[in-house]
């Protein structure tokens, strides 16, 4: 039973009861180690882990910047790098075998994959089997293949993570039945984003104006994320704004395809792509206005961060999203693929200034009540100890 909470929920620390055996042992598997909201996700919970109670460490299916990341922040990451997914299970089964953990967590679906098969090869062979966690990041949709394999793999699961009401909905949809299934928002980091500075060289790095207004999107540039769609409502934005520019924040596969489709539409000169940056919240706490413009997103990590640092946002009315914002209190929904009604609703918030601020305020004060990281990591962690007790009394009763 969680304990009950006075003040902040956010900033009130909680004295669990302690799990019987000591530390509980978890491994956090990772599909892909490169940049992307779930490895965010992945990052802020093992930032927020209580290290005296939990030792974590990652198994990665790939390298990348967000590997790169955990290790310079000192978490063990094993990188299993061979694409085949029965040799990655048998070597992430001898992982564990090795180092026993009460608990692995599978986040992103390669993932699920091979971190479920391994924990069913390791009860197999006879080692004690961890409980198996799973969080669902993406909203993708999945091949009837794929569909089949999951739905195989989910009785094997212990416990689902999905992190809105829209993902619960796709797990159902998707006919994966068998294990129970836990609502658990993303949380942002308040201690790292209430006080961040805005990043004051991009204008001069970027040669944006000095009074240019900025608008930005930080996402992956990926087909689902919504570029096009974003670069085809600029020309209208510049003839409604003309000193406005564009920072398209992120890296992915559409990058030569975005810059061609800028230079096509004429608006080239005021779209900057900066790639991958590392000053993400300094960059995004200097934006006017931040955008996302998805085609379908579970629920928006980015957009989150944006509202802690009280930027008003502007986010297409898809999967998870207006679960976080309401349209014209927190920010400004619009529908997915519609150029001008993306476009009229940045221009409201680049014309006028006090709804903007009303907008970011409210914004603001709705991750601080909704989605602060505190909140998150305690529903994760009361999932670890369950699993932690049920696999160590079994362990208990068969011996």
């Given at each position: 039973?969680?304990?009950?909470?006075?003040?902040?929920?956010?900033?009130?620390?909680?004295?669990?009861?302690?799990v019987?055996?000591?530390?509980?042992?978890?491994?956090?598997?990772?599909?892909?180690?490169?940049?992307?909201?779930?490895?965010?996700?992945?990052?802020?919970?093992?930032?927020?882990?209580?290290?005296?109670?939990?030792?974590?460490?990652?198994?990665?299916?790939?390298?990348?910047?967000?590997?790169?990341?955990?290790?310079?922040?000192?978490?063990?990451?094993?990188?299993?790098?061979?694409?085949?997914?029965?040799?990655?299970?048998?070597?992430?089964?001898?992982?564990?075998?090795d180092?026993?953990?009460?608990?692995?967590?599978?986040?992103?679906?390669?993932?699920?994959?091979?971190?479920?098969?391994?924990?069913?090869?390791?009860?197999?062979?006879?080692?004690?089997?961890?409980?198996?966690?799973?969080?669902?990041?993406?909203?993708?949709?999945?091949?009837?293949?794929?569909?089949?394999?999951?739905?195989?793999?989910?009785?094997?699961?212990?416990?689902?993570?999905?992190?809105?009401?829209?993902?619960?909905?796709?797990?159902?949809?998707?006919?994966?039945?068998?294990?129970?299934?836990?609502?658990?928002?993303?949380?942002?980091?308040?201690a790292?984003?209430?006080?961040?500075?805005?990043?004051?060289?991009?204008?001069?790095?970027?040669?944006?104006?000095?009074?240019?207004?900025?608008?930005?999107?930080?996402?992956?540039?990926?087909?689902?994320?919504?570029?096009?769609?974003?670069?085809?409502?600029?020309?209208?934005?510049?003839?409604?704004?003309?000193?406005?520019?564009?920072?398209?924040?992120?890296?992915?596969?559409?990058?030569?395809e975005?810059?061609?489709?800028?230079?096509?539409?004429?608006?080239?000169?005021?779209?900057?792509?900066?790639?991958?940056?590392d000053?993400?919240?300094?960059?995004?706490a200097?934006?006017?206005?931040?955008v996302?413009?998805?085609?379908?997103?579970?629920?928006?990590?980015?957009?989150?961060?944006?509202?802690?640092?009280?930027?008003?946002?502007?986010?297409?009315?898809?999967?998870?999203?207006?679960?976080?914002?309401?349209?014209?209190?927190?920010?400004?929904?619009?529908?997915?693929?519609?150029?001008?009604?993306?476009?009229?609703?940045?221009?409201?918030?680049?014309?006028?200034?006090p709804?903007?601020?009303?907008?970011?305020?409210?914004?603001?004060?709705?991750?601080?009540?909704?989605?602060?990281?505190?909140?998150?990591?305690?529903?994760?962690?009361?999932?670890?100890?369950?699993?932690?007790?049920?696999?160590?009394?079994?362990?208990?009763?068969?011996?």
């Open positions: 039973m969680t304990p009950p909470l006075t003040g902040d929920p956010c900033l009130e620390p909680v004295n669990w009861p302690a019987a055996g000591g530390r509980v042992r978890i491994v956090e598997i990772l599909a892909t180690g490169t940049n992307g909201g779930a490895q965010e996700h992945l990052f802020s919970l093992l930032s927020r882990l209580d290290r005296s109670r939990y030792d974590a460490s990652v198994i990665a299916l790939s390298g990348g910047s967000a590997v790169r990341k955990l290790q310079r922040a000192g978490f063990p990451v094993s990188i299993v790098e061979d694409p085949d997914d029965a040799i990655a299970t048998g070597v992430v089964a001898t992982l564990l075998a180092i026993n953990p009460d608990v692995i967590h599978n986040h992103m679906y390669r993932a699920e994959l091979v971190g479920t098969r391994a924990a069913i090869a390791l009860g197999a062979a006879g080692h004690r089997r961890p409980y198996v966690v799973s969080t669902v990041h993406s909203s993708r949709i999945r091949s009837d293949e794929d569909l089949r394999e999951l739905q195989i793999l989910t009785p094997h699961i212990d416990r689902m993570i999905a992190v809105s009401r829209a993902i619960e909905a796709k797990i159902r949809d998707e006919g994966r039945t068998g294990a129970p299934v836990s609502l658990i928002y993303n949380g942002v980091d308040l790292r984003y209430d006080h961040t500075e805005p990043c004051c060289t991009f204008r001069e790095q970027y040669g944006i104006e000095p009074d240019a207004v900025v608008v930005g999107v930080v996402a992956r540039l990926e087909p689902e994320k919504g570029h096009p769609t974003l670069l085809q409502a600029w020309p209208a934005v510049l003839r409604a704004v003309p000193n406005a520019a564009l920072l398209v924040v992120g890296e992915g596969s559409r990058y030569a975005l810059e061609r489709l800028a230079a096509s539409l004429r608006i080239a000169h005021r779209v900057v792509f900066t790639g991958r940056r000053d993400v919240p300094s960059v995004t200097a934006l006017d206005v931040a996302l413009p998805s085609y379908r997103e579970a629920q928006g990590l980015s957009i989150l961060e944006a509202m802690a640092l009280s930027r008003p946002v502007v986010a297409s009315r898809v999967g998870g999203i207006p679960e976080v914002i309401e349209d014209g209190v927190s920010g400004l929904l619009v529908p997915p693929r519609d150029p001008e009604a993306l476009a009229g609703a940045i221009i409201r918030l680049l014309k006028d200034h709804y903007a601020d009303m907008i970011g305020r409210a914004g603001h004060d709705v991750v601080h009540e909704r989605f602060c990281i505190g909140l998150m990591v305690r529903a994760v962690e009361t999932i670890y100890d369950e699993g932690a007790r049920t696999v160590r009394i079994s362990a208990a009763v068969a011996s």
